[in-house]
């Protein structure tokens, strides 16, 4: 399956797809890394493993449409069949979702619905949430609101702090990220309304 990552920073998530696909549990090829930050290390990352990246910064659109389709013409080109959100901090348009019905891909760093948005693992240690976790969907025109592939739960402790809980479940999205896409690249993945199922089979 050919695939293209979107990234805008440390791109740990990036790493474990990466991984997963060298270790042979993911049927994916990364064809390309774009990121909109120039000096993301995300991108660092994807050339270590030789793969080729782009950035296209958005700072260079007038509008969000005109970046999206710098973005679907780079996706186009490399003939991809996947797009992966992987901390990519930018709201897409109608431009990319159009290009792509049913193809993109994101992870949220809590059990969706609840806390949407940024600093989702902030807004869950403020909240009192007693379990956190993190949330692989795919992608429609909302903030993170799109059906549901694979969620992951952790405990959040006492004495957790923003960061604490943001490692425990950094650990499970880079579990489930490569997992969700495997059943994508596997052809597993059907839509039933907006919800998603899985079909059984080896993983
Ligand atoms: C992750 O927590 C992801 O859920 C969120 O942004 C973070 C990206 O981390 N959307 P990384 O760049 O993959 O390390």
Do not use: W
Not at 49 to 76: G, M, Q, W, Y
Not at 122 to 130: E, I, T, W
Not at 143 to 156: E, H, L, M, R, T
């Amino acid at each position: 399956l050919p695939i293209g990552v979107l990234v805008s920073g440390s791109g740990s998530n990036l790493q474990s797809i990466i991984d997963s696909i060298e270790q042979g549990r993911l049927d994916a090829e990364i064809k390309v890394v774009i990121s909109n930050i120039h000096d993301a290390f995300a991108l660092k990352r994807a050339q270590n493993h030789s793969i080729p990246t782009l950035v296209i910064s958005h700072e260079n659109f007038e509008t969000r449409e005109a970046f999206d389709e710098a973005i679907v013409r780079a996706l186009k080109s490399n003939r991809i069949e996947l797009v992966v959100m992987a901390g990519f901090m930018r709201i897409i348009t109608h431009v990319l979702l159009d290009a792509y019905p049913g193809k993109i891909m994101n992870i949220h760093p809590a059990l969706l619905p609840s806390f949407p948005g940024m600093h989702a693992q902030r807004q869950a240690v403020d909240y009192g949430a007693k379990f956190s976790g993190c949330t692989v969907h795919f992608v429609d025109s909302g903030v993170d609101s799109g059906p549901i592939i694979i969620q992951a739960v952790v405990p959040v402790l006492d004495d957790d702090t923003e960061e604490t809980l943001s490692a425990r479940i950094l650990k499970e999205e880079h579990r489930i990220y490569p997992q969700a896409i495997q059943y994508f690249a596997s052809g597993r993945i059907r839509l039933n309304n907006r919800r998603v199922m899985i079909a059984e089979g080896q993983c």
